[in-house]
């Protein structure tokens, strides 16, 4: 069993590894071109190796943290990637069977996150603020993918502004499992609460920026199915 462990683990590290220095690329460079696509997609392999090895640590060695981190990656990546093939809602296209799988584990996941953090909050645990926190932008995603599949669009480039937030916040997962794992070496003691948020706080703004500059909004007389 230890040996598992082992390989999962490692698996884990470098795929977490490779997923922050491509994602680190990528965020700083030109977009939209081959070395970005070229890039993006090893990002994208490399992160959801990295959360699907979190099911399996966190499996073999109960972590709850692990979890939903891995729940987060999966479905940010996953979904991230499929609204490259998603541009034609609006025209009567239809999500694939896998789109909904994604959006409904990742309703039930929300929920969960947000009940367990309450439940811990109220015994004083200040981490249920983490799952609180978490489980609430994951339904906030999962509320523009019903709007989105159900030809609700708000953007006409909605499935660019789709893929921008949610590779960014598979970056946010990266950057966020670095500094959890790493804060043990910090030579100044900092609540562990901090490095959990800190990346959300720091790139969800410029999320925000980033899609608002992109945004192409919807017009009255655009016909969208």
Do not use: C
Request: overall charge positive; proline content about 3%.
């Amino acid at each position: 069993m230890d040996l598992l462990f082992n390989i999962i683990l490692t698996l884990h590290i470098t795929g977490g590894a490779v997923g922050l220095i491509t994602g680190t690329i990528n965020l700083v460079r030109i977009k939209g071109d081959k070395p970005h696509r070229l890039i993006g997609k090893i990002f994208t392999y490399a992160m959801l190796a990295t959360g699907f090895t979190a099911f399996g640590l966190s499996i073999l060695h109960p972590n709850y943290f692990l979890f939903m981190v891995g729940v987060l990656t999966v479905y940010l990546m996953a979904t991230g990637n499929r609204y490259i093939y998603l541009k034609m809602l609006a025209t009567g296209q239809q999500p694939k069977i896998l789109d909904w799988i994604l959006t409904i584990g990742m309703l039930l996941a929300g929920v969960l996150f947000i009940g367990f953090g309450t439940r811990i909050l109220l015994a004083q645990n200040t981490f249920g603020i983490v799952f609180i926190v978490f489980g609430a932008l994951g339904l906030l995603f999962v509320k523009a993918d019903f709007d989105n599949y159900k030809g609700k669009l708000k953007e006409r480039n909605y499935w660019l502004l789709s893929h921008i937030q949610r590779m960014t916040g598979g970056y946010i997962a990266a950057i966020t499992a670095f500094l959890v794992v790493n804060a043990k070496y910090s030579p100044i003691e900092i609540p562990l609460i901090i490095y959990w948020l800190l990346p959300t706080v720091i790139l969800t703004p410029l999320i925000v920026k980033w899609s608002r500059e992109r945004r192409v909004s919807v017009k009255r007389n655009d016909i969208v199915a």
